[in-house]
């Protein structure tokens, strides 16, 4: 299937176009690997930038150098944004999926402190730096066990649901308890307090904020940190035995051209979320 349209394809306008296009939306290719790892190397020197321009010593020092790193991220960024808008069949698609939102809220920040001067004066336009931390999320793109673990929480999404229920009720229930047994002479003014001391307890964080005072109650209390480490370990438990027990198939980064949906198999000939019919699988291996 050598042709750029096929019956319920994405039509690509030229055969550049779907070059680009396996380039920057899969890397399973040698300019694919390259092209993500470059990508990734600049997500993290922006990543970088962002956190030593917020320590005052070192951006009063190197504010000029941050300034041109911090532009030249955003303008590879921007490149990369709008070349995918170019080698997408459906541009729209791309610009609406979770991350093409991602992406365009890598670079949105720069950009409207230009139009809008102004908000330097709002504390130091805070706000729109921190929406470039944003970038650290397109790492998840490029990483198959990400796609894994992502897979594994899903698949166990309803028992870790089930279990959680089953933790608040017993954290309700003990809180009410220690709600009676100490009262309000002792801090647990309220069952919400009551129960954010359980909840504090049963977690092993233990703020100290609140403390039993009577026997009984720190023998609830001891129940509530012993039952604690076991609550822990059942989340965990859960998600690694469904990583083991589900099948790993060869990973990719095949990505369909209408719905944006990335991490097809390198046999489907149609797309699992959309039944678009998919071009041609291209890979090094």
């Not at 170019?86 to 791309?94: E, F, H, R, S, T």
């Not at 309000?184 to 977690?203: D, K, L, Q, R």
Request: net charge positive; charged share 15%; with cysteine.
């Amino acid at each position: 299937m050598n042709k750029l349209q096929s019956s319920n394809s994405p039509v690509f306008r030229s055969e550049r176009q779907r070059a680009i296009y396996t380039v920057i939306f899969e890397a399973d290719t040698f300019w694919g690997k390259a092209f993500d790892l470059a990508l990734i190397g600049f997500i993290l020197l922006s990543l970088v930038v962002v956190v030593l321009d917020s320590v005052e010593a070192i951006y009063l020092r190197h504010h000029s150098t941050l300034y041109r790193l911090e532009w030249l991220c955003t303008l590879l960024f921007t490149a990369e944004y709008f070349t995918r808008l170019y080698c997408a069949p459906k541009p729209l698609a791309y610009a609406r999926s979770f991350f093409g939102v991602i992406d365009l809220l890598s670079i949105l920040p720069s950009y409207v402190a230009l139009v809008f001067p102004e908000l330097h004066s709002l504390i130091d336009i805070r706000v729109l730096r921190l929406l470039r931390v944003f970038r650290v999320l397109k790492l998840t793109q490029y990483l198959h066990e990400y796609r894994q673990l992502r897979g594994a929480l899903q698949a166990s999404s309803r028992k870790i649901l089930v279990f959680l229920t089953t933790v608040l009720m017993l954290i309700f229930i003990i809180g009410s308890l220690m709600y009676v047994i100490e009262g309000p002479e002792h801090g647990f003014t309220s069952i919400p307090v009551a129960v954010y001391w359980a909840i504090t307890t049963m977690t092993t964080v233990g703020f100290g904020d609140i403390t039993p005072q009577t026997d009984l109650g720190r023998a609830v209390a001891s129940f509530m940190m012993l039952l604690g480490w076991g609550v822990l370990a059942v989340p965990t438990g859960i998600v690694t035995a469904e990583m083991v027990h589900r099948p790993d198939p060869k990973p990719t980064t095949r990505t369909c051209p209408s719905c944006m949906h990335e991490g097809l198999g390198a046999k489907d000939h149609y797309c699992r979320h959309c039944g678009t019919a998919l071009p041609d699988y291209q890979s090094d291996h």
